[in-house]
């Protein structure tokens, strides 16, 4: 799917973060709103066929492939990470996955998300997240890794 779609998607139904420069961003959506709809979809339509050609009915079936590995139990998903490229390193990204990985400890809620670069996965797994499966889409497509978190209890002394 495109970044916009996701965007537009995400801004109807989750939670955007950003930082106050721009430098990065966190499409979030909270329990039960984190499939794309059909609606989104079909609003998408146009932008996906400029996109995707003649490749988009194959990229749809991409995207039904990885939602259904998706966790039904209540949960945030993270549906996109990004920093600028100059500003990685920083401590952007990690700024904010905590927003929501911090509230979803205090109300004790799961998050989920899904990473296609492997050398993500380390970086995921310092903020609580457990590689839970993967798949490789098609015979040469990327790998897909679905990595979840239960909530974090602070430990007492």
């Known amino acids: 799917?495109?970044?916009?779609?996701?965007l537009k998607d995400a801004m109807n139904v989750g939670s955007v973060f950003t930082t106050p420069d721009l430098q990065g961003a966190a499409?979030?959506?909270?329990?039960g709103e984190w499939k794309l709809g059909n609606m989104a979809l079909v609003r998408a339509a146009p932008e996906l066929l400029r996109a995707f050609g003649m490749r988009l009915f194959a990229s749809l079936q991409i995207e039904r492939a990885v939602e259904?590995?998706?966790?039904r139990d209540p949960h945030w998903?993270?549906?996109v990470l990004g920093t600028d490229p100059t500003a990685q390193g920083k401590g952007?990204?990690?700024?904010?996955?905590?927003?929501?990985t911090d509230r979803c400890d205090r109300i004790g809620l799961p998050c989920y998300l899904?990473?296609?670069?492997d050398r993500n996965v380390p970086y995921y797994e310092r903020f609580g997240f457990e590689v839970t499966g993967e798949t490789q889409l098609g015979k040469d497509g990327p790998t897909i890794w679905f990595m979840w978190r239960d909530?974090?209890?602070?430990?007492?002394?």
């Open 114 to 117: 899904e990473s296609s670069k």
């Open 92 to 100: 952007i990204g990690g700024a904010l996955i905590r927003q929501v």
């Open 1 to 6: 799917m495109t970044f916009r779609a996701y």
């Open 27 to 31: 499409l979030w959506k909270p329990p």
């Open 77 to 79: 998903y993270l549906a």
């Open 68 to 71: 259904s590995q998706h966790p």
């Open 151 to 157: 909530p974090q209890v602070p430990e007492t002394d």
